[in-house]
């Protein structure tokens, strides 16, 4: 952990993730691109081989997934595929966080 609070030129801290950038594992510049930094605004940070959480990142991810929940607690009013694209990125989220996720037809009736 001290590491990441010492500045180091492939370390990026941000709300959701810390990058510890490695040109050739980031999904978020093909390879060829090392010499740049990582493209923060394409980051997927729960697939990518150079995400490191911090206790803080973590709990950006809960409280993401509550306002997921709190937007989910109001599906009658989502169009279905907004819906839909709602439900699979709090699936998502959960599992990072090790939560268990609902059932399907548990979600229908959220």
């Known amino acids: 952990m001290s590491n990441i609070t010492r500045p180091h030129p492939r370390i990026y801290p941000g ?21 740049q930094a990582p493209a923060l605004n394409s980051c997927q940070p729960l697939a990518c081989n150079n995400a490191a959480f911090t206790e803080d990142n973590r709990a950006a991810w809960r409280h993401r997934l509550a306002l ?13 595929l907004v819906r839909d694209r709602l439900v699979r990125r709090r699936d998502e989220i959960a599992s990072f966080l090790g939560y268990p996720t609902p059932a399907p037809d548990q979600q229908a009736r959220t």
Not at 16 to 34: G, H, I
Not at 68 to 80: F, K, N
């Open 68 to 80: 997921l929940d709190v937007q989910l607690a109001r599906g009658d009013i989502l169009a279905p």
């Open 15 to 35: 709300t959701f993730v810390t990058c510890s950038d490695n040109p050739d594992r980031r999904l978020c510049r093909p390879p060829a691109d090392s010499a």
